[in-house]
C-alpha cells in the first residue's frame, strides 16, 4: 500500500493509474477506522481497478464546541487495516496540505441541509460539501462511497455532484453495525458502560419503527413511539427524531410511494450518536 501526504504526490499516483487504464475508487474517511469504513473498502474494490482511501479529521465541519481536539485519532492502527483490507492508496494530508491558506470559497448545499443535522450543526455541511469537493478534485475517481448512516451527508454530496456536474458516481452503502445492533461509529469509543448500553434504544428504536409502519402507523405516530422510547433511558438527550421524505428530506405526514427516512440523534453524555432507518 502507498502512503501519501502531499495533494502533489497524489496526483502523480493517480495520474499514472488512469493513464494505465485504471479505474478509481475513493473512499473518503475521517480515520478512526472501524469494520463500517472496512465495508467501504470491499464495495470500492469490486467497482474498480484500484482503491484510494484517505484520512482527514476535517476541522471546517465542525462547530466551536464541538470534538475536534478530542476526535479519537490512531494512523498507525488505521494504517495496518486499510492494507490489510486491500487499500492501494493511503492518503493522509495534515491541515496545512489541505487548507494552506484562509479558505475563501465555501460550498453552500441548499434545501436537503435545512433539517436534521444540518439544523443543529449549523456550517455542518458546509464543512463536508467544501472538504469532500476538495478531494473529488484531487482524487478525481470514477465511484465515491459512503455510509448510510449518515444519510443526509449522503444527500448532500448526491445534490453537490448533480449542481456542480462532478464526474463521480456516489455510491451509499448499507449501515454496518455491531452484533448488539448500534451502529458502528467512531464516536462510539466515547461512550461509558451504562451509556453504550443505554443507546442500544437507537436502534431497538427504529426496529419498533419499522413493525409499526407496516402496521400502518402514521408518520406522526412511529415519531412519537421513538421519542417515547428513547426517552425511557436516563442518560439520553434527544437532539431530532424526523420522519422525512428521501433524499429531499421534506417532511411527510403520511405514507406514499416515495422512500422515506426515519432519522435521530440523541446524545449520551458527551457523545452524540446518529442513526437511521431507510424505507422504499
Not at 443535522?117 to 455541511?125: D, K, L, N, Q, Y
Not at 408518520?219 to 425511557?232: K, V
Not at 442518560?235 to 421534506?250: G, K
Request: hydrophobic fraction near 40%; include cysteine.
Amino acid at each position: 500500500m502507498n502512503i501519501v501526504k502531499t495533494v502533489t504526490e497524489l496526483r502523480s499516483w493517480t495520474a499514472e493509474q488512469r493513464a494505465k487504464g485504471n479505474r478509481i475508487s475513493f473512499v473518503p474517511t475521517m480515520g478512526y477506522l472501524h469494520e463500517g469504513h472496512m465495508s467501504l473498502v470491499d464495495l470500492a474494490k469490486q467497482h474498480a481497478d484500484v482503491v484510494v482511501m484517505s484520512i482527514f479529521v476535517n476541522p471546517l465541519q465542525f462547530g466551536p464546541n464541538e470534538d475536534l481536539e478530542r476526535y479519537p485519532r490512531d494512523l498507525e492502527r488505521d494504517q495496518v487495516m486499510a492494507e490489510k483490507r486491500g487499500v492501494d492508496l493511503l492518503f493522509v494530508p495534515d491541515v496545512k496540505e489541505m487548507y494552506p491558506q484562509e479558505t475563501k470559497t465555501v460550498i453552500q448545499v441548499k434545501g436537503v441541509t435545512d433539517r436534521l443535522c444540518g439544523a443543529s450543526r449549523p456550517g455542518h455541511f458546509d464543512g463536508v460539501a467544501t472538504v469532500v469537493c476538495k478531494l473529488f478534485n484531487m482524487v478525481q475517481p470514477d465511484s465515491a462511497f459512503f455510509g448510510q448512516k449518515d444519510a443526509q451527508q449522503v444527500a448532500v454530496i448526491q445534490q453537490m455532484v448533480q449542481d456542480l456536474n462532478i464526474p463521480v458516481q456516489v455510491i451509499p452503502c448499507p449501515i454496518v453495525r455491531e452484533k448488539d445492533g448500534l451502529a458502528m461509529s467512531s464516536r462510539n469509543v466515547y461512550l461509558k458502560e451504562e451509556e453504550r448500553i443505554q443507546a442500544l434504544s437507537l436502534s431497538q428504536s427504529l426496529q419498533e419503527a419499522r413493525d409499526a409502519y407496516s402496521k400502518g402507523k402514521t408518520p406522526a405516530e412511529i415519531r412519537e413511539l421513538i421519542i417515547a422510547r428513547i426517552s425511557s433511558q436516563p442518560l439520553a438527550d434527544i437532539d431530532y427524531v424526523e420522519v422525512l421524505a428521501y433524499p429531499s428530506l421534506e417532511p411527510i405526514e403520511e405514507f406514499g410511494d416515495t422512500s422515506f427516512l426515519i432519522a435521530l440523534a440523541v446524545r449520551f453524555g458527551k457523545t452524540r450518536l446518529i442513526d437511521n432507518l431507510m424505507m422504499t
